[in-house]
């Protein structure tokens, strides 16, 4: 018998891609995606941690699936396994079974691989199950080989964990220290998913860029030479990889935007701030002026580089000037995309420990406000730069709007275009009519018929 299985996903992409692994991993149970929490016989909340904001959601939202439950049970509609995974789960196991003891299951990021067994051991009433074990034995080698994102644009997971510890960040605690996954594994997965219809794989990794996986005669690889095994895949057109720190923009790496065709104009490079009193503050281990050098050196290897990234404003003792600092940067680099963010004190990292220095609201309030139209400036400028434009643009899926899809840019735009349905799954050379704030409308280029299956 078909049961049903609710996943929502909070957090970063590496979390959207361990829900979908979930649901593979339960699928021979005879779990199916359900969208309807209401008739879940399994529901599990991917949680995160990043931000108080985020992590507060968790227990709303379990508040919400107990009456679910409750109805479902009281219209005898059988059971529903309540679960908690991702960060929360790892950060704060203990407090959710204490808060929440109406919930079956607790586990992290490296124990889901063990879901099956946990969720026999939950169904016998055990009074819950806690799993926030780091294994020694990675996860990955335990998951099936089925179990691979198939979508045409697909991530897959090359590292997973971090080292940095940034003064504000909880990843390091609730991921685990850095680990690697081998080449041979990733091109085998790679290989999978390219035969399953993939064309564009996102290589995943909360640090990718310090990706250190062994080759076939166990020497250690870098995500440069990593690229470069996967660009000779055949039918594979396009690959990215994120989220990079700074201090591992490597000179091969570098070179790879310059080398490797598939590898796509687009970089998602965290800067945080732009003082170098903050950078220090926040174990950030680079200056302003060297981000901007290794900014220089990208473009001079791919002048076409969009660039985006991510800002905390309010950091502990953030001047007025130290904010300046951190525009003049965002003016300097000119970004393509971003993503910003008030100052959080997160529970066990050391910024939190700062309290005497904590920025007032209103003040993290204003300072994000005109960062983030500076940012929304810059974002709107570099759409409409493509008027006029012929982009070849990945048809990807359906859009709301009567023969219209939606694909994307190289340069990770999205792009709507009027196009008959066939021609989803390939890359067709769109004439770019319209740059919005956050998409492109354009037409297809006349004659591109016979575009590349
Ligand atoms: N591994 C990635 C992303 C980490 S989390 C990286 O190193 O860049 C994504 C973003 O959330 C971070 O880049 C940072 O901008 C933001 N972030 C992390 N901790 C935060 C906190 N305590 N408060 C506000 N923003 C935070
Ligand atoms: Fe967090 Fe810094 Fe690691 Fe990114 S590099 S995950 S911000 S500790
Ligand atoms: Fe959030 Fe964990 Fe990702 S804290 S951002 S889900 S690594």
Redesign the pocket.
């Known amino acids: 018998m078909t049961k049903q299985l609710y996943i929502s996903t909070y957090g970063?992409q590496m979390n959207v891609y361990d829900s979908a692994r979930m649901a593979d991993i339960l699928s021979p149970l005879g779990y199916q995606l359900t969208t309807d929490p209401n008739s879940a016989d399994m529901a599990i909340l991917n949680t995160c941690h990043?931000?108080e904001k985020a992590s507060e959601k968790t227990f709303s939202e379990l508040g919400r699936l107990r009456n679910m439950r409750k109805s479902k049970e009281e219209a005898g509609n059988g059971e529903m396994v309540i679960a908690v995974a991702g960060c929360v789960a790892q950060a704060e196991g203990a407090e959710i079974m204490k808060r929440a003891p109406y919930v079956d299951m607790v586990f992290g990021p490296q124990s889901y691989h063990k879901l099956p067994q946990m969720l026999a051991e939950a169904t016998r009433q055990s009074g819950g199950v806690l799993d926030t074990d780091f294994p020694v034995d990675a996860k990955f080698d335990h998951l099936p080989k089925e179990a691979i994102d198939k979508n045409l644009s697909a991530f897959l997971t090359v590292q997973e964990g971090?080292d940095?510890f940034?003064a504000?960040?909880?990843?390091p605690y609730t991921r685990g220290a850095e680990f690697s996954r081998t080449v041979d594994e990733i091109i085998d997965e790679a290989k999978r998913m390219i035969d399953g219809g993939t064309r564009e794989i996102t290589l995943l990794g909360?640090?990718v860029n310090a990706y250190h996986g062994l080759d076939a005669e166990g020497e250690s690889q870098t995500l440069a030479e990593l690229i470069y095994r996967l660009s000779e895949l055949k039918d594979l057109q396009r690959l990215r990889y994120t989220?990079?720190?700074p201090l591992e923009m490597t000179e091969d790496l570098c070179q790879a935007h310059r080398d490797v065709d598939i590898l796509m104009p687009y970089l998602h490079l965290?800067v945080?701030a732009g003082s170098d009193r903050i950078l220090e503050a926040m174990n950030r281990r680079h200056t302003g002026d060297e981000y901007r050098r290794i900014i220089e050196k990208l473009r001079s290897y791919r002048p076409d580089l969009a660039l985006s990234g991510?800002?905390?404003v309010g950091f502990p003792g953030e001047t007025d000037a130290e904010f300046e600092d951190t525009m003049q940067l965002i003016r300097d680099v000119n970004y393509a995309q971003a993503?910003s963010?008030?100052?959080?004190?997160?529970p066990g990292?050391p910024?939190a420990a700062l309290e005497s220095q904590m920025i007032a609201e209103e003040v993290k309030s204003e300072r994000l406000a005109r960062l983030q139209a500076l940012l929304n400036e810059q974002q709107l400028a570099f759409n409409k730069s493509f008027e006029g434009k012929t982009v070849p643009i990945l048809l990807e899926r359906e859009g709301k709007r009567e023969g219209q899809l939606i694909g994307r840019s190289p340069y990770m735009q999205s792009v709507y275009v009027q196009s008959p349905p066939h021609r989803i799954g390939r890359i067709a050379e769109v004439i770019v009519e319209e740059g919005n704030a956050n998409s492109l409308r354009g037409k297809l280029k006349p004659g591109s018929e016979q575009d590349a299956a």
Do not use: L
Request: proline content about 7%; overall charge positive; aromatic content about 18%.
């Open positions: 970063c990043i931000r971090c940095k940034c504000f960040c909880v990843v909360q640090n989220t990079s720190h965290p945080q991510d800002f905390i993503y963010f008030k100052y959080s004190p997160r990292t910024a």
